[in-house]
């Protein structure tokens, strides 16, 4: 009996000028979602993302940290992906979303429309944008989270919004007092990163942004999953989304290797990443136990490959039916 398939979708931080471009370039599916994604952005902000996403004069390790952008981007390659792979006939049993990732979940399962999602998405960061421009960030620690919850110091004024690993935790916060902790970090020969991010996502930070989020999720309609959802907000498989848990998917923290540890004691499985960077494929990889039969997939990589990659991942997908 083949291993239940999960597809994987990553949220900010994981976003690169020029992802997914030779798909977009090659593949009919890929190309056309991205283009309808463009319409709807363009229909509501005026804003052209494939235009800034895919523009010759930008370099893969140029910042991309603009969330007006990146938001609206992200979820547009994560949908446009999974609809490929469904095209061609590979439907997973599950479907994981880390943080914005979890709302291009709960669209391939059908709780949301695509139009939906992308409005909801697109107007929550021109809030963003608009309120709060270049309020904050978040910071990779590559550390114990023991590191975070010892600490005195300036790291209990951020707030620990991620564990993904035994070696990796994020935090959140506004600017300047992340710059404070990275200095505290830094005087302990701690590793860190500062990801390509301009909020406070699941922090204090977005609070003021409740009311005006959750009176969007109003305007939607909220259907059952047709694929079962496992949340990282919740660390709990779920097949209806209520308005409240579309807030907690980023404001909460995310509960990424409580999620991967539940699912692995309920047995193995195929996981495949489809965010831009392969980074939650990493972190599954990094919480699977000695003797797990569980098989883990990348599809795009800053390293290009695209075309080949997704051929390699059709290939393994079929000799798995």
């Not at 831009?276 to 997939?297: D, E, R, T, W």
């Amino acid at each position: 009996m083949s291993r239940p398939l999960v597809f994987m979708f990553s949220g900010q931080g994981s976003q690169y000028y020029q992802m997914g471009r030779e798909l977009f370039e090659r593949q009919p599916a890929y190309r056309g979602w991205m283009l309808r994604g463009e319409e709807v952005v363009r229909s509501i902000s005026g804003r052209s993302i494939l235009g800034e996403l895919y523009s010759e004069t930008r370099k893969k390790s140029d910042p991309f940290n603009q969330v007006v952008c990146t938001h609206p981007a992200l979820f547009m390659l994560g949908y446009a992906l999974a609809r490929t792979l469904l095209e061609g006939g590979d439907r997973p049993d599950y479907l994981l979303g880390a943080s914005l990732g979890e709302l291009t979940a709960l669209c391939v399962a059908g709780c949301l429309s695509f139009e939906e999602t992308l409005t909801l998405i697109t107007r929550q960061a021109e809030f963003l944008h608009q309120h709060r421009p270049a309020g904050g960030g978040m910071l990779a620690v590559f550390a114990p989270v023991s590191l975070y919850e010892k600490s005195r110091g300036i790291a209990r004024r951020v707030t620990l919004c991620a564990v993904y690993f035994d070696e990796a935790f994020v935090v959140s916060g506004s600017a300047p007092l992340l710059d404070q902790y990275e200095a505290e970090l830094t005087a302990m020969s701690v590793l860190y990163q500062r990801l390509p991010i301009t909020q406070g996502f699941h922090s204090p930070e977005i609070d003021d942004m409740k009311g005006f989020y959750l009176g969007l999720v109003e305007r939607t309609t909220l259907r059952p999953a047709s694929i079962p959802v496992i949340s990282c907000a919740s660390a709990a498989v779920i097949r209806d989304a209520s308005p409240s848990h579309l807030w907690d998917i980023i404001r909460s923290p995310i509960r990424f290797q409580e999620t991967i540890r539940q699912q692995e004691a309920a047995g193995s499985f195929d996981y495949v990443d489809l965010g831009p960077s392969g980074s939650l494929a990493n972190f599954v990889k990094y919480n699977l136990q000695p003797g797990s039969q569980s098989h883990i997939h990348n599809l795009l990589t800053p390293f290009g490959q695209d075309w080949r990659n997704l051929e390699r991942l059709r290939s393994e997908l079929r000799a798995r039916r």
